[in-house]
């Protein structure tokens, strides 16, 4: 609850500072930093990530999981996407 991070690639780095509280997110590039990695390196111990399946691969998921181990943390599909219940006019 103390943490939270936006991703983004090479495309929107200026777009996503014009958009989004630097006061309230992290901004992280990917590829440069994975989101697993970043994960596994801010993951509350004993901490429990939700994930929807139908989004990633399975390699982002073993991967995920593996970095989330070491904080004994883990991954957790989620029934429905909650970005879902707060967007529901997405276009």
């Not at 991703?7 to 901004?27: H, K, P």
């Not at 992280?28 to 990633?56: M, N």
Request: aromatic share 10%; no cysteine.
């Amino acid at each position: 609850p103390q943490e939270a991070a936006i991703f983004t690639d090479g495309r929107y780095t200026l777009q996503v500072r014009q958009q989004v509280s630097a006061a309230d997110w992290e901004y992280v590039g990917v590829p440069a930093t994975s989101v697993a990695s970043w994960l596994g390196a801010h993951a509350p111990d004993g901490g429990r990530i939700g994930y929807d399946p139908w989004l990633h691969t399975r390699a982002w998921v073993e991967e995920a999981r593996k970095a989330l181990a070491e904080k004994g943390a883990e991954l957790v599909a989620v029934d429905t996407n909650p970005i879902d219940a707060v967007w529901p006019s997405k276009p």
